[in-house]
């Protein structure tokens, strides 16, 4: 069964430093995004990416963050300059397309900023 | 904006109970609805969803019923097993983000003994 691959599972950074999460999306969907849970809150959607631009972002996604689709198969979520508070975990999807349709989420990325 | 509200965990239950965890939306119009789960160490699977009034979406012995009346979509399994340990997101995806982000709610952790 196809799926979304993130890596690494896991990625300690030091505060300021900048990191680049990574994911392979399903390779036939068109719809692409990242969420974020914060240990103990709620999954928060970050943004949202088609036709290699942004189609929605919350106000969490402010100018240290940025997504890129740099070679038709990884999709990268970017934080420039890192805080602690980004500690949480990343999760990439992906679906065929827009509207109430299921979207496929990886195992997620673990951020932990020291 | 769209809400999405469960009850806190975790939730301890007996191999063989029933299980129910509730879950209550907020929302302009009619949002689809969806249960997830994450098994430990994974990422977020789609276990079932509705799209309408009064559908009802079943997987793995898995219920949960759209009432727009009550704005719930409550999920039920009438025998658990130890293998559905794991944390359960309740989300929509409504027409106010056309229908492109998921709105989460916390989570709630269950946890099956033998």
């Known amino acids: 069964e196809p799926e979304v691959t993130q890596t690494p599972s896991h990625q300690v950074t030091q505060m300021g430093q900048e990191v680049i999460l990574r994911c392979v999306p399903i390779?036939?969907?068109?719809?692409f995004y990242w969420y974020r849970q914060i240990l103990g809150q709620k999954v928060e959607f970050l943004v949202s990416?088609?036709?290699?631009?942004?189609?929605?972002k919350s106000e969490i996604f402010d100018d240290q963050f940025s997504v890129e689709r740099p070679d038709g198969s990884n999709f990268t979520l970017k934080i420039r300059s890192t805080k602690l508070e980004d500690s949480a975990m990343y999760f990439c999807?992906?679906?065929?397309?827009?509207?109430?349709?299921?979207?496929?989420f990886g195992q997620g990325t673990r951020l932990t900023v020291v | 904006g769209d809400s999405v509200t469960q009850m806190e965990g975790p939730v301890t239950l007996s191999e063989e109970a029933f299980l129910t965890i509730n879950c209550t939306y907020t929302a302009t119009g009619y949002p689809s609805l969806f249960w997830y789960v994450q098994y430990p160490g994974e990422g977020l699977q789609l276990l079932l969803k509705a799209t309408k009034a009064d559908d009802k979406g079943s997987n793995k012995g898995f219920e949960a019923t759209y009432r727009k009346e009550t704005t719930s979509f409550h999920l039920e399994k009438g025998s658990v097993q130890v293998s559905d340990s794991a944390v359960y997101f309740c989300?929509?995806?409504?027409?106010?983000?056309?229908?492109?982000?998921?709105?989460f709610g916390t989570g709630t952790r269950l946890l099956v003994s033998p």
């Open positions: 990416f088609y036709n290699n631009e942004i189609s929605e």
């Open positions: 999807a992906s679906s065929q397309e827009q509207g109430p349709t299921e979207a496929f």
């Open positions: 390779s036939n969907h068109l719809y």
């Open positions: 989300a929509l995806r409504g027409m106010n983000t056309g229908f492109q982000k998921l709105v």
